[in-house]
T-cell receptor, first 114, second 113 residues
Framework: AQSVTQPDIHITVSEGASLELRCNYSYGATPYLFWYVQSPGQGLQLLLKYFSGDTLVQGIKGFEAEFKRSQSSFNLRKPSVHWSDAAEYFCAVGALEYGNKLVFGAGTILRVKS | DARVTQTPRHKVTEMGQEVTMRCQPILGHNTVFWYRQTMMQGLELLAYFRNRAPLDDSGMPKDRFSAEMPDATLATLKIQPSEPRDSAVYFC???????????FGEGSRLTVL
């Protein structure tokens, strides 16, 4: 069965500090991987995606993620967090073989302290 | 700026009433997905369509939920009769099958009393 694990429910970081949000997946096919961000009362906005090729992908708002096949991980990073980054972050996995249905992790709520 | 449009944004209804949520996908997209978001279950896939054909609705309670795409510009999710446990935010998302990327609407927040 396909599953996505985000082990951290909440993370608090200081403004200007670096950030890493963890994501591990279990999938029976070659996965596509995504990170989405959700602000309160809003829909999900795509931050970045990995389909193939370079395992380090760059996204919007200064985020990046690295795909590590051996660890089944796709961790999200940002070198310097801004207060506006406070939101909930979702990792998702899909595959063409499964009709591109996305399976989401439970989400990580990021709090930024000044 | 192309976006997925969902209506209504908020709906409060009483148990037993019919609820219809509507979604206008981004023009040209050939896949449409319905997700439900709750605190307890997170984001759950309810149904999805490709080229307007329903491909998977295994996540949907069949006895009360139905999803349709009467045309390429409209997807609907209907609950009849509604129950308090249906209270959630319902998201519609559209995309292109060959890219796998989904674009989400802002959601319809449903409260069933």
């Amino acid at each position: 069965a396909q599953s996505v694990t985000q082990p951290d429910i909440h993370i608090t970081v200081s403004e200007g500090a670096s950030l890493e949000l963890r994501c591990n997946y279990s999938y029976g096919a070659t996965p596509y991987l995504f990170w989405y961000v959700q602000s309160p009362g809003q829909g999900l906005q795509l931050l970045l995606k990995y389909f193939s090729g370079d395992t380090l992908v760059q996204g919007i708002k200064g985020f990046e993620a690295e795909f590590k096949r051996s660890q089944s991980s796709f961790n999200l990073r940002k070198p310097s967090v801004h207060w506006s980054d406070a939101a909930e972050y979702f990792c998702a996995v899909g595959a063409l073989e499964y009709g591109n249905k996305l399976v989401f992790g439970a989400g990580t709520i990021l709090r930024v302290k000044s | 700026d192309a976006r997925v449009t969902q209506t209504p944004r908020h709906k409060v209804t009483e148990m037993g009433q019919e609820v219809t949520m509507r979604c206008q996908p981004i023009l040209g997209h050939n896949t449409v997905f319905w997700y439900r978001q709750t605190m307890m279950q997170g984001l759950e896939l309810l149904a999805y369509f490709r080229n307007r054909a329903p491909l998977d609705d295994s996540g949907m309670p069949k006895d009360r939920f139905s999803a349709e795409m009467p045309d390429a510009t409209l997807a609907t999710l209907k609950i009849q009769p509604s129950e308090p446990r249906d209270s959630a935010v319902y998201f519609c998302a559209s995309g292109l099958h060959h890219t796998g990327e989904l674009f989400f609407g802002e959601g319809s927040r449903l409260t069933v009393l």
